[in-house]
């Protein structure tokens, strides 16, 4: 499968054969139009929307055209884009979390770039009833493992922390600790919206100074999800 600026290039090849503009494509798909521009530029775009993207793009493209092979996730054959699913069991009271390939920086410089197709490397098997009694989320299918970067959320996090995030939370509605990118790198940081409009990335760790996303920025910013808790071991 395609990543990255190639992925990016086969969406726009695969508008223009189709005939449509950016602007179309982007009220098909009830999108802003610099999303689309980030997908044919950085070929940043979400599992779910990719999905829907190269179903649509089926009359005019095959599975070569997304580098898809057999055994892929996704398929341009109608009906046949397949999302990752968790691991099923068969006890009704265990959740299976994924935890994904990804690292995100808890310090300014030190964010990996953010990576549409992350590649899960364990599951985790988590009582539903010790979730709904310890963090609150907005579906147990939105959860997912990531892994911290940096000591810039010392205090809270430390380097190298597995962290459970609800990716289905993708806005500031609340001031929070947030998995967020930024000019396509992944930062975890605490986030708080200003009445002007601007958001405040703040670290935990005060040798840290915050730092405001305004005006030009803005664009480039996106929330991925709202972390919940570490998993980690502390020596006692």
Do not use: C
Request: net charge neutral; no cysteine.
């Amino acid at each position: 499968m395609l990543k990255g600026e190639k992925l990016g290039a086969a969406i726009e090849a695969a508008r223009k054969k189709k005939g449509v503009t950016k602007a179309e494509l982007a009220r098909e798909f009830g999108v802003k139009p610099p999303s689309v521009q980030g997908w044919v530029k950085y070929g940043r775009i979400s599992k779910d929307m990719l999905s829907n993207v190269i179903k649509y793009f089926s009359d005019v493209t095959d599975d070569a055209h997304w580098g898809i092979e057999p055994g892929d996730l996704y398929s341009a054959r109608p009906n046949n884009v397949v999302p990752i699913k968790p691991p099923a069991t068969d006890d009704p009271d265990i959740a299976e979390i994924r935890r994904f390939d990804i690292v995100a920086g808890m310090g300014m410089g030190n964010g990996r770039l953010a990576d549409p197709f992350p590649s899960v490397i364990d599951t985790m098997r988590v009582s539903k009833t010790w979730l709904r009694a310890n963090v609150s989320y907005t579906a147990i299918e939105n959860l997912g493992l990531v892994t911290g970067l940096g000591d810039s959320m010392l205090g809270t996090f430390s380097d190298g922390d597995v962290l459970l995030v609800d990716l289905g939370v993708n806005e500031v509605k609340l001031d929070a600790v947030y998995v967020l990118s930024l000019h396509d790198e992944l930062y975890i940081k605490r986030v708080q919206r200003r009445p002007d409009g601007s958001f405040l990335m703040i670290s935990d760790n005060e040798k840290y100074p915050p730092y405001v996303i305004e005006n030009g920025e803005l664009h480039a910013f996106n929330v991925e999800g709202r972390v919940l808790l570490a998993w980690n071991a502390r020596k006692l």
